[in-house]
C-alpha cells in the first residue's frame, strides 16, 4: 500500500509503508519537538568527503519522527523524559557543493531566501554575518530539549562530531529559549501566547484536538501530509523516504516600541483599552483568547482554536488587519479562494525564541521594555515554499489589500506585526472597531510602525535519514578517488 499523501496518517495504525516512512524521517515535521532550550549551528563545508562521512556520522546520532512519537507516548505514561532533538538541513549552496543530485526541486529553495524580492527584507547587507554569504551556508543542525543541560551534552556530541570531520566549520550560532507566562504558557516576547494553531498531519493528534480541546467543528486543522513533505528525491527510495524544506529568520522584536505603540493604537482609535488594542493588532489577546470570539481576555485553557471569521464579516470583532486573521483567514479571505485553498497555504510553525529578558515581561510597564536583541526564530516547515512561507508574507501579511474586505470598507493594511512594505514607502492606516462588535464603530488610526526587523535568514531541505546514512558510502567513494 502506498503512502496516502492526500490526508493525515496515523502513526499507532501505520501501514509498512508509512511505518517506514515515519522512521526515516526527522522529527519537528510532522509534531513540533519540544526545543525549550535550543542551539542552532550554521555551517560551511571545504571537503565535500569530509562533509559526507561527517553528515552519516551526525545522522547516528539523530531520532526518527517515529522514535519521537513513541518516546512522548512513553512520556505520558511512564513519565520517562525523552532524548534531545537533533535536526539536520541542507541548502542549495550546500548540495551543489557536496554534488548530490537531484538535487530538491522547490525554485524558491534553489535560488534563495535572499533572491525573494517580494519579502521587502533588508538588503542582505544589514543582515548577520553568516547569512550574507548565501553561497557558503552549506547546512544547518538543530540541537533542542526540554533541559538546558540535556541540550548542552547533546551540543558537545554534536560538537565533537564537528571536530572530528574534515572540512567542516561553524560559521554561526543562534541560541533559543523559551519564555512563558504566569501560567506556564509559551509566549513570545511581545506577551503573546504563541504556537497554539497549527497544521495537524497526524490522526492521533487531530482525534485529540477534537477531544481534548475545544473541538474542531468551526476550525478544522486537518491537513494532508503532503502539506508538509515531499519526496527526497536523492534518497535510496523516494517513495517513503520524504523531506521537508525548511524556512529560517530570525525576527528580533523591539519590544518597546510593540508596547508603546499598542497604547498609542488605543489613544489613536480612540479605545480606552489597551488589553484590546494590542488584541486588535495581533488578533489574539495575549493570553491566546481570540478577539474574534471575545471582548475580552479570560478564556479557559486550553487556549481555543475552533473558530472562524463567519460572524466577523465586517472586521467589527477581529480588525481585518489583525495579524492571525492575516496569517490565516480561516475561509474568509476573499478573492475566490477556497476555504481549502486558503488551507493549503498554512505551514507547519516550530518558532522559538531567543534572547535574555532583565525585566520582568509581565510588569505592564513600557519603558523597561528591551528595544533590541530579542526576539523570534522563525522557523517553518514547508512542502512548497513559493506556496506557503513566500505566499504568507508576501500575498497576506505584505499586502495592504489582503483580506477583500466589503464595498466600500477601507483595505486592510499591512500585518501590523510581521508586514514589511518596500523601504521608506509608508504604511497605511488601519482600521478597527472602537466598539468590540459593532461595525458603525469602526474607525481608522495611524499604522502602527514595524516593531519586527529580519536580521537573517535562510531556506534548507530536512532529508530523510535514509538519505543522511547513505552519504557514508558516497563519502568513502570520494575520499577514495
Ligand atoms: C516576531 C514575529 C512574530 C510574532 C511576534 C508572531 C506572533 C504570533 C502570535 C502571538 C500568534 C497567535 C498564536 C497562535 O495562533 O498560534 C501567531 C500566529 C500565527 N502566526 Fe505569527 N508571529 C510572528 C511571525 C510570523 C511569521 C513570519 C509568519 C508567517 C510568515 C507568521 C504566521 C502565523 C500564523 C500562520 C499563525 C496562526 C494563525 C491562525 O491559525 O489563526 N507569524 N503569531
Same mark, same amino acid.
Given at each position: 500500500?502506498?503512502?496516502?499523501?492526500?490526508?493525515?496518517?496515523?502513526?499507532?495504525?501505520?501501514?509498512?509503508?508509512?511505518?517506514?516512512?515515519?522512521?526515516?524521517?526527522? &522529527?519537528?515535521?510532522?509534531?513540533?519537538?519540544?526545543?525549550?532550550?535550543?542551539?542552532?549551528?550554521?555551517?560551511?563545508?571545504?571537503?565535500?568527503?569530509?562533509?559526507?562521512?561527517?553528515?552519516?556520522?551526525?545522522?547516528?546520532?539523530?531520532?526518527?519522527?517515529?522514535?519521537?512519537?513513541?518516546?512522548?507516548?512513553?512520556?505520558?505514561?511512564?513519565?520517562?523524559?525523552?532524548?534531545?532533538?537533533?535536526?539536520?538541513?541542507?541548502?542549495?549552496?550546500?548540495?551543489?557543493?557536496?554534488?548530490?543530485?537531484?538535487?530538491?526541486?522547490?525554485?524558491?529553495?534553489?535560488?534563495?531566501?535572499?533572491? /525573494?524580492?517580494?519579502?521587502?527584507?533588508?538588503?542582505?547587507?544589514?543582515?548577520?554575518?553568516?547569512?550574507?554569504? @548565501?553561497?557558503?551556508?552549506?547546512?544547518?543542525?538543530?540541537?533542542?530539549?526540554?533541559?538546558?543541560?540535556?541540550?548542552?551534552?547533546?551540543?558537545?556530541?554534536? *560538537?565533537?562530531?564537528?571536530?572530528?570531520?574534515?572540512?567542516?566549520?561553524?560559521?554561526? /550560532?543562534?541560541?533559543?529559549?523559551? *519564555?512563558?507566562?504566569?501560567?506556564?504558557?509559551?509566549?513570545?516576547?511581545?506577551?503573546?501566547?504563541?504556537?497554539?494553531?497549527?497544521?495537524?498531519?497526524?490522526?492521533?493528534?487531530?482525534?485529540?484536538?477534537?477531544?481534548?480541546?475545544?473541538?474542531?467543528?468551526?476550525?478544522?486543522?486537518?491537513?494532508?501530509?503532503?502539506?508538509? %513533505?515531499?519526496?527526497?528525491?536523492?534518497?535510496?527510495?523516494?517513495?517513503?523516504?520524504?523531506?521537508?524544506?525548511?524556512?529560517?529568520?530570525?525576527?528580533?522584536?523591539?519590544?518597546?516600541?510593540?508596547?508603546?505603540?499598542?497604547?498609542?493604537?488605543?489613544?489613536?482609535?480612540?479605545?480606552?483599552?489597551?488589553?484590546?488594542?494590542?488584541?486588535?493588532?495581533?488578533?489574539?489577546?495575549?493570553?491566546?483568547?481570540?478577539?474574534?470570539?471575545?471582548?475580552?481576555?479570560?478564556?479557559?485553557?486550553?487556549?481555543?482554536?475552533?473558530?472562524?471569521?463567519?460572524? $466577523?464579516?465586517?472586521?467589527?470583532?477581529?480588525?481585518?488587519?489583525?495579524?492571525?486573521?492575516?496569517?490565516?483567514?480561516?475561509?474568509?479571505?476573499?478573492?475566490?479562494?477556497?476555504?481549502?485553498?486558503?488551507?493549503?497555504?498554512?505551514?507547519?510553525?516550530?518558532?522559538?525564541?531567543?534572547?535574555?529578558?532583565?525585566?520582568?515581561?509581565?510588569?505592564?510597564?513600557?519603558?523597561?521594555?528591551?528595544?533590541? $536583541?530579542?526576539?523570534?526564530?522563525?522557523?517553518?516547515?514547508?512542502?512548497?515554499?513559493?506556496? *506557503?512561507?513566500?505566499?504568507?508574507?508576501?500575498?497576506?501579511?505584505?499586502?495592504?489589500?489582503?483580506?477583500?474586505?466589503? &464595498?466600500?470598507?477601507?483595505?486592510?493594511? %499591512?500585518?501590523? %506585526?510581521?508586514?514589511?512594505?518596500?523601504?521608506?514607502?509608508?504604511? &497605511?492606516?488601519?482600521?478597527? @472597531?472602537?466598539?468590540?462588535? $459593532? @461595525?458603525?464603530?469602526?474607525?481608522?488610526?495611524?499604522? %502602527?510602525?514595524?516593531?519586527?526587523?529580519?536580521?537573517?535568514?535562510?531556506?534548507?531541505?530536512?532529508?530523510?535519514?535514509?538519505?543522511?546514512?547513505?552519504?557514508?558510502?558516497?563519502?568513502?567513494?570520494?575520499?577514495?578517488?
Amino acid at each position: 500500500m502506498a503512502i496516502e499523501f492526500d490526508s493525515p496518517v496515523s502513526w499507532t495504525a501505520a501501514s509498512p509503508e508509512t511505518l517506514a516512512m515515519l522512521q526515516n524521517l526527522q &522529527p519537528n515535521i510532522l509534531k513540533p519537538h519540544v526545543r525549550e532550550f535550543l542551539t542552532v549551528l550554521f555551517l560551511t563545508f571545504y571537503d565535500p568527503a569530509g562533509a559526507k562521512t561527517f553528515i552519516a556520522d551526525l545522522a547516528g546520532a539523530m531520532k526518527s519522527t517515529h522514535d519521537h512519537l513513541g518516546e512522548i507516548e512513553r512520556f505520558k505514561k511512564d513519565k520517562i523524559p525523552g532524548t534531545p532533538y537533533i535536526g539536520f538541513g541542507l541548502s542549495a549552496a550546500g548540495y551543489g557543493f557536496l554534488k548530490i543530485s537531484p538535487m530538491p526541486q522547490d525554485p524558491s529553495f534553489q535560488s534563495g531566501m535572499h533572491q /525573494t524580492a517580494g519579502l521587502n527584507d533588508p538588503p542582505i547587507a544589514e543582515w548577520e554575518e553568516h547569512f550574507q554569504t @548565501p553561497d557558503a551556508l552549506h547546512a544547518v543542525i538543530l540541537i533542542g530539549d526540554m533541559l538546558r543541560d540535556d541540550r548542552n551534552a547533546a551540543r558537545a556530541k554534536v *560538537q565533537a562530531l564537528i571536530d572530528a570531520a574534515s572540512g567542516v566549520t561553524v560559521i554561526g /550560532t543562534q541560541d533559543g529559549v523559551g *519564555q512563558h507566562n504566569s501560567n506556564g504558557q509559551g509566549i513570545e516576547h511581545f506577551g503573546y501566547v504563541d504556537g497554539r494553531s497549527q497544521p495537524l498531519f497526524l490522526t492521533e493528534d487531530i482525534q485529540a484536538e477534537e477531544d481534548e480541546t475545544d473541538g474542531i467543528a468551526n476550525w478544522d486543522p486537518t491537513s494532508p501530509l503532503k502539506q508538509v %513533505v515531499v519526496a527526497d528525491t536523492a534518497a535510496p527510495d523516494p517513495g517513503i523516504h520524504l523531506g521537508s524544506y525548511f524556512i529560517f529568520r530570525k525576527l528580533e522584536q523591539n519590544v518597546k516600541l510593540f508596547k508603546e505603540m499598542e497604547l498609542k493604537f488605543a489613544e489613536d482609535l480612540p479605545i480606552d483599552d489597551d488589553e484590546r488594542a494590542g488584541a486588535m493588532i495581533v488578533g489574539r489577546f495575549e493570553d491566546g483568547t481570540p478577539v474574534t470570539m471575545q471582548s475580552e481576555d479570560g478564556v479557559e485553557s486550553p487556549v481555543p482554536n475552533n473558530f472562524n471569521y463567519n460572524s $466577523d464579516k465586517s472586521g467589527a470583532k477581529c480588525p481585518f488587519v489583525g495579524h492571525i486573521r492575516k496569517t490565516n483567514p480561516r475561509g474568509s479571505g476573499g478573492f475566490r479562494q477556497t476555504r481549502q485553498q486558503e488551507h493549503s497555504h498554512l505551514m507547519a510553525r516550530r518558532g522559538q525564541t531567543y534572547g535574555v529578558r532583565t525585566d520582568n515581561p509581565n510588569d505592564g510597564a513600557t519603558a523597561n521594555k528591551p528595544e533590541k $536583541d530579542v526576539g523570534l526564530l522563525f522557523m517553518a516547515f514547508n512542502s512548497d515554499i513559493g506556496h *506557503q512561507f513566500e505566499f504568507t508574507q508576501i500575498t497576506w501579511a505584505n499586502n495592504p489589500n489582503f483580506p477583500q474586505v466589503p &464595498p466600500g470598507f477601507a483595505a486592510p493594511g %499591512v500585518d501590523p %506585526v510581521i508586514g514589511q512594505l518596500p523601504r521608506g514607502q509608508a504604511r &497605511p492606516d488601519m482600521t478597527a @472597531p472602537k466598539t468590540w462588535g $459593532d @461595525p458603525g464603530s469602526l474607525s481608522s488610526a495611524p499604522a %502602527v510602525p514595524q516593531a519586527v526587523t529580519m536580521k537573517g535568514g535562510a531556506y534548507f531541505f530536512m532529508p530523510s535519514l535514509a538519505f543522511l546514512r547513505s552519504l557514508r558510502t558516497a563519502g568513502a567513494e570520494m575520499a577514495a578517488r
